[in-house]
């Protein structure tokens, strides 16, 4: 369990806040960031896939990983150079007319006042500024809560579903030999669902909301239709569009606590997400096992 918690500690750690470091970067397309990013999972998957399935072969368990480990390792430098962006001051009329007025003189009780009004306003933001704890309050936010809450339940609907394709699969009549082209189908529309369905919420043809609303509405859908499929072609078809729901939700899962929820909250609201699906994912073994 040591040794598979720490790797899992690990992707956790420097993948769950990657749209929060997107959105600092990205506003108007921060979706389609989101989505970019996440297409960029689905290759490596893929890639990653046909490197383990030679290297197992050639190299053995211990020289996988070792070559594994180093793919990693590239990708610290890139990490290295990530840089927060600086925040930009536009000068208004208001701004350009004040520096050109004179300095004046103001009485010395006045300046006792405003002296003791900006060191009382400076302790208060430096408060603030040291103190990493008031950013936990989010988890007091009803709307995170019903974020949290609705992200944790669509990772746990998905994993699960994922554990007992095969043998969804199995009772719709798709061949131990087909099984592959059933994960191609979902891995292609996820993709395409990543790359390109960023673009709806981005350009304002629907809300993050109304998005997530319809997205969890297909995937009920496609789960009623599960009575109906007969035949290997349609449970393919029920993995394309299984994909294709899934990998639009993953784009708009970080957008929706950036969009939502106070800004100054965003470092720990966006990789808490999906607090509420390790706890719960304990009960996906026994229910599964009821199933089946």
Not at 65 to 76: A, E, K, N, R
Not at 140 to 164: E, K, R
């Amino acid at each position: 369990m040591k040794i598979l918690g720490e790797p899992g500690t690990s992707f956790g750690l420097s993948t769950l806040s990657i749209p929060h470091y997107l959105s600092l970067h990205f506003s108007k397309h921060l979706d389609k960031a989101n989505g970019l990013a996440l297409a960029g999972d689905s290759i490596g998957y893929f890639v990653l896939s046909l490197t383990v399935e030679y290297s197992l072969v050639t190299y053995g368990l211990s020289g996988t990983f070792l070559i594994i480990s180093g793919m990693v390792l590239h990708s610290v430098p890139a990490a290295l150079l990530m840089k927060f962006p600086k925040e930009t001051h536009h000068k208004t009329e208001n701004d350009s007319s004040t520096e050109k007025c004179e300095p004046q003189e103001l009485p010395s009780a006045f300046k006792d006042v405003n002296s003791s009004t900006a060191t009382n306003i400076n302790a208060i933001k430096t408060a603030q500024d040291i103190s990493a704890i008031h950013v936990f309050r989010v988890f007091l936010d009803p709307v995170y809560i019903l974020i949290v809450i609705t992200q944790s339940a669509i990772m746990y609907i998905y994993t699960t579903t994922f554990t007992i394709l095969i043998d969804v699969s199995r009772d719709h009549g798709v061949s131990v030999d087909n099984d592959v082209y059933l994960f191609l189908a979902i891995s292609v529309a996820e993709l395409f669902g990543r790359l390109f369905l960023g673009s709806i919420t981005d350009a304002g043809y629907l809300t993050k909301l109304n998005y997530s609303a319809l997205g969890f509405a297909g995937l009920g859908s496609l789960y009623v239709a599960v009575i109906w499929i007969k035949g290997p072609a349609m449970m393919m078809a029920f993995g394309f569009f299984f994909g294709l729901a899934g990998g639009g939700l993953s784009v708009v899962s970080g957008g929706l606590v950036t969009f939502y929820i106070d800004k100054k909250y965003h470092s720990i609201a966006v990789p808490s997400r999906y607090i509420l699906y390790p706890p719960v994912s304990f009960t996906q073994a026994p229910l599964i096992g009821k199933i089946y």
